[in-house]
């Protein structure tokens, strides 16, 4: 079996605890794709000290060299789209045409951020006295610890890592053990765009090396994208260790479908939002708002396009919906298919496991729709990550919003409607980071803000410009040159 180490300036580093985990496909259990390092201080340690010599350099090399070598790295994730688009595929299941465009995320940051570079605004601003010039440039921040999700293992890892060497921070980068081989081949194409030894670094393992990220002295800030279970954890600490923290955290994302939309779209779009990614992003269609004029004749198309759904292995070019990650994941969603049964829900169609002819080793479930379902409902409120929609009916405009409003997340929301007072009024009132119309809740693109309210987040945003607001501090300047000392506040006035 193929054994991969971590990634310490530059090199392929054997880990200090000689403890590996196995990578096994979702599609196929008895397709293990090798084995990771469970890292340890020791290991963590070593990729801290290289980013922290690294990063005396590196935050001193010219932002526009920077984005040069970030943009080397573009051209090269084009270079090897499709390979590692299969590579992403086999290990966390979703279908190619899928991780193809995760790549695509990482390709846009790449030349996004890399031309940011040339971008970093600052202020120039007036003195309140003579001979006075004051000013705000933006300063790199250090050590990065970047904790990432499996779902989308190069564009949200990407998101962050990118602007954080744009902005000349140096990264330790844990990925998630479930989607492990994808960060061997980020580190590969960061080195051969030309990025210096130490600047990235990658330390393979479970909660436990995220852990000793999160506590590591010298590492000034965390970006984590998880659980908000994880996520809430790791803000105590870092408000603890007075550590910069950003935050991209659960979803439970609503769809409303007004009685005067264009409802081919808003089938295809609740389709695409609720199963795309076997329903594994955090921005997923998971709550759908149905006006009560369409709510049955909806439902009945919707389950059809649902059963028609091809299953199977993501590499297969006929497969529209992959595996879900792992058996925690698959326990998780039949305990909810027992919840829905103990609520009494109505099952439209789905609410099991598949084990038919090609799935039998792969960890399927079949698209999951429950209808009727009251916002009281655990199914309503919590995060599945799974293939599971549920569906409730609405009213009116104010009724759909409502009920849309009624959940602990914020991070996306989407109506379909052709009246252009009920798009505006929902673009104002649904309570998200994210609000699409007439498109599904997910789609985000590399170069705009990307992030949520509530339970979703804490305030920040990673995506488009506002993501150097993360990965830099603000440093204001004073420049005196009357030749004498003005006092601020006393001498001018
Ligand atoms: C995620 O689910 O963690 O908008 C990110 C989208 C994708 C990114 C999802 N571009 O759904």
């Not at 045409?97 to 040339?118: H, K, L, M």
């Not at 396009?305 to 199977?312: F, I, R, S, V, Y």
Request: charged share 25%; with cysteine.
């Amino acid at each position: 079996m193929k054994r991969f180490e971590n990634y310490i300036n530059g090199e392929w580093v054997k880990t200090n605890s000689s403890k590996y985990f196995k990578n096994i496909s979702p599609a196929d259990k008895n397709d293990i794709i090798g084995e990771f390092p469970i890292s340890d201080s020791v290991d963590l340690d070593k990729a801290v000290d290289s980013a922290e010599l690294a990063y005396k350099v590196w935050k001193n090399t010219p932002a526009p060299k920077r984005g040069d070598i970030l943009r080397i790295a573009g051209d090269i994730f084009t270079r090897r789209k499709n390979e590692l688009a299969k590579i992403m595929t086999r290990e966390m299941g979703k279908p190619v045409f899928e991780t193809e465009g995760d790549v695509q995320e990482a390709i846009d940051t790449c030349y996004y951020a890399g031309s940011e570079t040339r971008r970093l605004f600052g202020h120039t601003v007036p003195s309140e006295m003579n001979n006075k010039f004051n000013m705000t440039v933006r300063t790199p921040i250090g050590i990065c610890g970047i904790i990432t999700a499996w779902n989308f293992p190069i564009a949200v890892p990407s998101w962050k890592i990118i602007p954080a060497l744009a902005a000349g921070n140096t990264v330790v980068f844990k990925p998630s053990e479930d989607a492990p081989h994808s960060a061997i081949i980020f580190a590969e194409i960061l080195e051969e765009a030309g990025l210096p030894k130490g600047v990235f670094n990658v330390v393979f393992g479970d909660g436990q090396i995220g852990n000793e990220i999160v506590n590591h002295p010298k590492i000034k800030l965390i970006g984590f994208t998880g659980s908000t279970e994880t996520g809430k954890k790791i803000a105590s600490k870092c408000g603890e260790l007075n550590k910069k923290l950003s935050l991209e955290m659960g979803g439970k994302n609503p769809q409303i479908v007004m009685n005067d939309a264009n409802l081919d779209t808003a089938l295809d779009g609740v389709l695409w939002g609720a199963f795309g990614t076997t329903g594994q992003r955090c921005t997923a269609t998971s709550r759908l708002i149905l006006h009560k004029d369409i709510y049955d004749n909806f439902i009945i198309k919707l389950k059809d396009k649902a059963e028609a759904l091809k299953l199977g292995d993501g590499l297969k070019s006929d497969t529209q919906m992959g595996p879900v990650i792992n058996q925690k994941s698959i326990d998780k969603i039949e305990k909810y298919f027992t919840i829905a049964k103990q609520e009494g829900l109505t099952l439209i169609t789905g609410g099991a496991r598949t084990t038919d002819g090609d799935l039998a080793n792969g960890n399927f479930i079949l698209p999951t729709i429950y209808a009727d379902v009251p916002e009281s409902s655990r199914l309503f409120q919590e995060e599945i990550f799974g293939p599971v929609l549920v569906i409730t009916k609405c009213n009116s405009l104010e009724d759909a919003i409502n009920k849309a409003n009624n959940c602990q997340y914020g991070l996306s929301s989407s109506i379909f409607t052709n009246d252009v007072r009920s798009s505006m009024i929902a673009m104002r009132e649904l309570e998200s980071g994210i609000t699409y119309i007439n498109a599904p809740t997910i789609g985000a693109e590399a170069h705009m803000p990307f992030g949520g309210i509530k339970g979703t987040g804490n305030g920040h945003r990673e995506g488009g410009w506002t993501v150097f607001d993360i990965f830099t501090e603000w440093k204001t300047i004073y420049i005196d040159y009357s030749g004498s000392l003005q006092r601020a506040q006393i001498d001018n006035y």
